[in-house]
């Protein structure tokens, strides 16, 4: 919520900067967002009166205006068409200083001197969206006589202090000035000020003119009429059209403002309709009726349903509860009479409408947090008093006033000893209760206890808790001294499972690869974008019931979608090379419809594109397993994954178990993701990890005898296999192979055409002597007879 200070100040004295203030409130729990200073870097621009246009003798599209300030006439010349004689408007004088560093300075325009500048409120640095339509595109034109000459600063609530709130949706008291001023008034230890609401009414009833029925006593359970006739419509002062701007809400003309800035100041909705279009002069609460459509203010036809609360008169409907008026019944510049509606309606049932509608209004989304049915006399009674005092329109005497059940506060008892073993402070019952009724909590002592009375707009209180909370808050996280934990301590730590994730991502961030995090909601066609089989179960998504959209409609069955969506996003912003992973939950099915809750194992992905190949990719998992005390899992060529480049990926195996898959990504799934380059990646079964994870080191004493190392090379055909090479030398190294490594493989004028070379160093080592060469020479014969007679190698010349 956006609120200006000075405009605070009208219910709260406040004798310290806003930035104390602010830090303060954020202490206390109102969080502020941010401070916006608003009228700044204004220098020079005072109050003038137009007193005569006339056509520039050398352009079509300029006029010469003669402007008085007070003690001199100037000669300006502007192009703007909103303008007449008489108005006020800001003038910028010669030197004039207006926001962004924009200087006025004194000069001709097709030969006519012009001394100075007319202002917009868009060149004052006001937001386009809150300039009334009238003068967007024109100049300012001020809606008061003020004395010609007056610096603008000082006449117009201009200059001022914005700051923004973060409100939670348990607070709704707190989206109005009443609600954040009473917060600060608790905070600072001041008085908080009502406004001093007095109605002046002619001698009429509503009761004679207007009648309220409701039949939908579920979804409204109040509603207060009241009606203003001889209506003047006229746009609303400088001041009130200036705090509605920097509270954020566009000033339209003088009856809907008040409106919206009664609902600013209580947080209680109004709406204002034209009575010559209400039949009947009666007002009809009741359900929507399905398949029919209405049509709203901004001017679009919606659908109604039946659990859709309607306003309505005797013959059709006049707005949708809560959420937007009709377009039929608006307030023009025709209207003369209206009925003042003050409600309040079920919260559910506004959220519901809203949702289905599409449609999120300032009075939808407050009626959906839950508002105080006793607020709305009161607030209709304001609006009727601004009314009133700005000679809109005169107040008929009384309401129509419908309240079926009225709503009455609550009581709930604290202990005080609770209160201060919870907080870890000894406060005195007296403190507690004097930080109470600063938040307008009656508190009274009875027995051991205090009973706190609840006023009918506190929504968020019920339980004790909430009570500490409160006054924790007031009294000060911060001056709640630091004490040890007291009782049997238990003292916590991260399960194994935990530990190896933590593992597993330093080990990742080491070589140089980033961690992301995704939304577990996805769409339900990154199944196709990833060319996944009709029979994948991971086509089988969970749904969601009630979703945000399509794009956010099930719950993710692979992390693979999300990790090249973000690639993707790197690549489109020029993002020469990425290296990322991502560690979380996917959400399979399970087959037994009896299991309600679906399977959520763990999964790893890591990805990359640039300077990076097969091999990169394949060092990185085998540095992470290592890591992971991962040992005897082998590598396969795999042929039929879908989402990968046939002939470029492979699976990593441990006995019968799959850990992943790695490798190239099918040119068609790159494609699909807008990647304009090779991507490589791989998908683990981080829940199959956990298991296989040893981190126990085990360490060996240093070898005491010497190793022998032979080289050699065979010629090979090219659909040979290095692991077919591999599972020979293990096989017939004996108990004197230390290890084997792959150090060249070459094709070329040297080698027959589809032959390749291979070529290994074999470390020979025994544990308990030193190795004879006849010993070594008789195990490298056997190895290469046997590549030999099985695979069809020679040894390379």
């Known amino acids: 919520m956006l609120v200006p200070v000075k405009w605070l100040k009208k219910y709260v004295d406040i004798d310290i900067d806003t930035k104390t203030l602010c830090d303060k409130m954020t202490m206390s729990g109102s969080k502020v967002e941010g401070i916006e200073k608003k009228g700044v870097d204004i220098e020079g621009v005072v109050i003038g009166k137009i007193e005569d246009i006339q056509p520039h003798p050398n352009a079509d599209k300029l006029v010469i205006v ?91 609530e201009l200059e001022d202090e914005v700051i923004e709130f973060e409100i939670t949706s348990n607070r709704p008291d707190c989206l109005s000035m009443i609600g954040i001023a009473r917060e600060v008034a608790a905070t600072i230890g001041t008085t908080l000020k009502y406004p001093r609401v007095e109605v002046k009414e002619i001698d009429e009833k509503t009761s004679d003119s207007a009648r ?84 709203t203010l901004d001017g679009v036809v919606r659908k109604l349903k039946d659990y ?170 911060d001056q709640i001294p630091a004490t040890m934990a007291r009782g049997n301590i238990v003292v916590g730590g991260k399960t194994n499972g935990q530990i190896i994730e933590d593992i597993t991502k330093e080990a990742l961030n080491a070589m140089g690869i980033y961690e992301i995090l995704t939304y577990s909601f996805v769409s339900p066609k990154s199944a196709d974008k990833i060319r996944l089989s009709d029979e994948t179960i991971k086509r089988n998504f969970i749904k969601l019931l009630n979703p945000l959209g399509d794009e956010t409609s099930v719950m993710r069955t692979s992390l693979l979608p999300n990790l090249l969506e973000v690639m993707a996003r790197n690549y489109n912003r020029k993002i020469e090379k990425f290296r990322a992973f991502e560690l979380g939950r996917i959400f399979i099915s399970k087959i037994d419809v009896s299991q309600k809750l679906p399977h959520e194992p763990l999964n790893l992905v890591i990805g990359m594109y640039g300077e990076e190949d097969f091999f990169m990719l394949k060092g990185v998992v085998n540095t992470l397993l290592d890591r992971l005390g991962i040992k005897g899992y082998i590598y396969e060529v795999e042929k039929h994954h879908s989402t990968f ?60 005898y010497p190793s022998i190392a032979r080289d050699f090379a065979v010629v090979v055909k090219d659909h040979i296999l290095v692991k077919e090479i591999e599972n020979i030398i293990v096989a017939n190294g004996e108990d004197i192979l230390e290890s084997y490594k792959l150090f060249d493989v070459y094709k070329g004028n040297q080698i027959a055409e589809g032959y390749k070379s291979i070529a290994y160093t074999l470390t020979y080592r025994h544990s308990k002597r030193t190795l004879k060469d006849e010993e070594v020479n008789v195990v490298q014969e056997r190895i290469l007879e046997a590549i030999k007679e099985t695979l069809g190698g020679t040894l390379r010349d």
Request: proline share 4%.
């Open 645 to 704: 480049h046939p002939g470029r990926c492979g699976s990593i195996l441990y006995g019968d178990h799959t850990i992943g898959t790695l490798g190239e990504l099918h040119p068609e799934v790159t494609e699909n993701y807008g990647i304009g380059t090779k991507c490589y990646c791989a998908e683990l079964d981080f829940q199959l990890l956990l298991r296989l994870t040893r981190l126990g080191n085990m360490y060996q004493p240093l070898p005491k």
């Open 308 to 477: 859709m609360t309607m306003i309505c008169d005797t013959k059709k409907e006049l707005g949708i509860a809560g959420v937007m008026g009709g377009e039929e019944s608006e307030i023009t510049s025709e209207t003369k009479t209206i009925l003042l509606e003050s409600a309040y309606f079920e919260p559910e049932g506004i959220r519901l409408t809203s949702k289905q509608l599409g449609l999120r209004t300032e009075a939808s989304s407050r009626f959906e947090k839950g508002l105080d049915p006793n607020i709305t006399s009161l607030a209709a009674d304001r609006a009727c008093q601004l009314i009133e005092e700005l000679g809109a329109g005169r107040v008929l005497e009384g309401a129509v006033d419908v309240y079926p059940a009225k709503k009455e506060a609550e009581k709930r008892s604290i202990r005080p000893q609770r209160v201060n073993a919870l907080l870890g402070t000894n406060l005195s019952n007296q403190q507690m209760i004097s930080i109470l009724k600063s938040l307008e909590l009656e508190t009274e002592e009875k027995n051991d206890c205090l009973e706190i009375t609840i006023p009918t707009y506190r929504v968020d209180l019920d339980q004790e808790a909430d009570f500490v909370e409160e006054i924790g808050r007031i009294y000060g996280y």
């Open 66 to 156: 003669i402007v008085n300030i007070g003690d001199k006439k100037l000669q300006i010349v502007t192009g703007a068409m909103n303008i007449a004689v008489g108005d006020y408007i800001p003038v910028a004088l010669n030197d004039a200083e207006l926001p962004g560093g924009v200087k006025i300075v004194k000069g001709e325009l097709r030969g006519e001197i012009s001394d100075g500048m007319l202002i917009s409120q868009d060149e004052l640095a006001i937001a386009k969206s809150v300039i009334p339509e009238s003068m967007k595109d024109g100049i300012w034109i001020l809606g008061e006589d003020y004395p010609l000459g007056k610096n603008l600063l000082e006449v117009v």
């Open 212 to 295: 309220v029925i409701i039949e939908d006593e579920a979804g409204c359970q109040r509603y207060v009429a009241r009606v203003i006739k001889d209506v003047t419509i006229k746009p609303s002062p400088d001041w009130m059209q200036q705090r509605l701007a920097k509270a954020g809400i566009r000033p339209i003309s003088n009856i809907v403002d008040i409106t919206n800035y009664v609902m600013l100041e209580y947080g209680q909705p109004l709406h204002a309709f034209d009575m010559d279009y209400v039949e009947d002069n009666t007002i009809i609460v009741r359900k929507g009726q399905r398949g029919r459509t209405f049509k």
